[in-house]
Structures are given as C-alpha cells and as structure tokens.
C-alpha cells in the first residue's frame, strides 16, 4: 500500500475512521485521510506538538477542528487528486476546483451567478471555462470562510478581476477580508485527475482562498501533485 497513506489513516482518531469507512470511493478516502494528515502536520508545525496527539472535533458552528488547539481553523478541499488545507488564527474558507471539460459552465453561471459575473465570463470567450472556476471558487471559499452552505451563493459580494490583478468590489466597498485566486498550470501533458483521457488542458485547477486580514496563513496542496504544476497568481483583494 501507500505508506503516506496509511500514515495519514494512522492519525486519524476514532470518529474519523467511521467517517473513512464509510466513504464508498478509494479516491473520497484518500482525499478525506490526506486532507486531515495535511490540517495535522500544517497545525503540529505552527503549535510544536505531534501530529499523531491530535483529536478532531465538531465546534458550534459545525466546523471541524482540532481539541487541543482551538485557537486554530483549518479549511480543507480537494479536487480529482489534488487536496489542499489552510491554517489560520482565524477563520479561513479553501476552495480548489478541477476545470472539468465537458460541461456548459455558462448554465451554471447564468442559473447562479449575478448578470455582472454572467458579463464578465462571456468577456473571456475562449477562456471562459478558466474565469467560471476563477468566480467559483472565489464564491465557496467565501461562503466557507463565513461557514454558510452553497444556498447562500446570493450572499456572496461580487467581484471583479481587474486588470492589474487586483480583486474588486463592484459595489465599490472595501472587501471585508483577504481573499486570493491563484491557477494551477500544468506544463506536461499527464493523464487528468479522473484517469479518462490521455490529456488535460493548461490550466488544471483554480485554488482561491478567504480568510480575515489580521492573520497569517498556510496552505498547502500536497497530495497528488504531479511535476510539473506551478502555481500561477491571479488576483487578490488590496
């Protein structure tokens, strides 16, 4: 088997052992044991203690995190093979998202997106598959920041990528935070993330990340990196 597998299956406690056994697919708990080794060894490193020791808990707000550190939060996501985690003193909201071909995005968009948003994705043309998962994860990382589930899309403020790579309100507000959009970029041409075709696109996945301004923070995409990736910033709020 794969050793950091079962390192990560190792540190899991007992609650999340149930949880892994009953995911139906490999990939769910390998995603789902490699996020938590990743929040584990992020956090351990930043508080100096052993990874193995900690508990994970459901606080009130029905976020996990981890007993002995609750002055800490960490937001996990994960897409295909890749799982990313961020770390905070504070709240913090991680999307990544594999740009999946195949789909009509722009339905999406119209169905759940503001006409603003709608505008700017059609402005991209050939590339509008790239700025729909730009906005999405954007919009998810928000709402987990704020711990709402994805009913509450109209919620989330709009935005505007401009062009000297900041992130905008359109409403002209200051944002209420630090929020980021970065692409992962893909230089070979190595099988995509489901296994299914021989190929895959420039841009891989989009990762945009939300959390307050007054802290610090550490993510890191670890499993299931291919060589190959770089990371690519795209906006961020000032």
């Known amino acids: 088997g794969d050793p950091a597998l079962t390192l990560s299956e190792a540190w899991l406690d007992p609650a999340e052992r149930e949880r892994f056994g009953r995911l139906r697919s490999p990939l769910g708990q390998r995603c789902f044991a490699e996020g938590r080794r990743l929040a584990r060894q992020m956090l351990a490193n930043l508080a100096d203690c052993a990874p193995a020791s900690l508990s994970c808990v459901i606080d009130e707000e029905g976020k996990p995190c981890f007993a002995e550190l609750p002055d800490w939060h960490f937001n996990i996501s994960h897409s295909g093979t890749l ?16 740009h999946k071909p195949g789909r009509n995005r722009l339905e999406i968009a119209d169905r759940f997106f503001t006409p603003a948003e709608v505008a700017a994705i059609r402005e991209t043309s ?8 730009h906005y999405w994860t954007l919009k998810e990382a928000w709402l987990k920041w704020h711990g709402i589930g994805l009913s509450g899309l109209s919620t989330v403020p709009e935005y505007q990528f401009a062009a000297g790579g900041q992130l905008l309100r359109m409403d002209g507000r200051p944002s209420d935070g630090k929020l980021a959009v970065w692409d992962l970029i893909q230089v070979d041409n190595g099988p ?20 307050d301004r007054s802290w610090e923070l550490e993510w890191h995409p670890r499993f299931g990196l291919p060589d190959g990736l770089s990371l690519n910033p795209i906006s961020e709020t000032v």
């Open 126 to 133: 050939a590339d509008n598959l790239v700025r729909f998962y």
């Open 83 to 98: 799982v990313a985690c961020a770390c905070a003193r504070s709240p913090v909201g991680l999307d990544i998202e594999w």
């Open 192 to 211: 995509d993330p489901d296994n299914r075709t021989p190929g895959k696109a420039a841009n891989n996945w989009s990762i945009a990340l939300a959390a």
